[in-house]
């Protein structure tokens, strides 16, 4: 089985980009409850960046990039932090459009250049019809992942899911969507 990285975050580019990340357990620091107990915070978290076709927008996106990679930052310069993305396809049953907005390749763009500043993370990317093949709402919802009218966020979820999943073989999020037993 593949090591898992520290940390995997996933966009899904575009005006609003969508971005979800995970963070290993053991990379985040425990806290204390009111009530003395100790939890990790949750490891997932997802969030949508809006007005990504501005400056201000990819100054946004970055900053949220480099808010979750800092978990992620080795000791010895080892990859530990994975960055994907959704590629920007243009689909020929969509031609009827008489525009189309460039801002999703624009993006990926900018992710792809950041991205070589950080030695230690490696970049991936997928299509986009490639995660919603399993990771449907229904799965998402029964997982205890799924956030309402984050739309975007929840493409970039699916992705890191297959990903987590499928690619890296991390089968907790599965186990989830089994049945009970009583």
């Not at 299509?127 to 009218?149: E, H, I």
Request: hydrophobic fraction near 35%; charge should be neutral.
């Amino acid at each position: 089985m593949p090591q898992l990285p520290k940390v995997i975050i996933w966009m899904d580019p575009g005006q609003t980009t969508g971005l979800a990340s995970w963070i290993r357990d053991d990379v985040l620091e425990p806290m204390a409850r009111r009530d003395g107990s100790i939890f990790t915070p949750e490891q997932f978290e997802v969030v949508q960046v809006p007005e990504c076709q501005t400056e201000n927008g990819l100054v946004a996106l970055r900053s949220e990039i480099q808010t979750r990679i800092a978990y992620g930052v080795p000791l010895n310069g080892s990859s530990s932090v994975v960055i994907g993305y959704e590629t920007f396809d243009w689909r020929h049953e969509e031609r009827y459009r008489d525009k189309i907005d460039y801002t999703a390749p624009e993006v990926v763009g900018a992710i792809r250049a950041w991205a070589l500043e950080w030695k230690y993370a490696s970049t991936l990317c997928t299509g986009a019809g490639l995660a919603k093949g399993f990771w449907n709402d229904d799965k998402l919802k029964r997982a205890g992942l799924y956030t309402p009218g984050k739309r975007h966020a929840m493409d970039a979820l699916r992705h890191l899911l297959r990903y987590l999943t499928f690619g890296l073989h991390h089968q907790e999020y599965l186990m989830r969507l089994r049945p009970p037993t009583d």
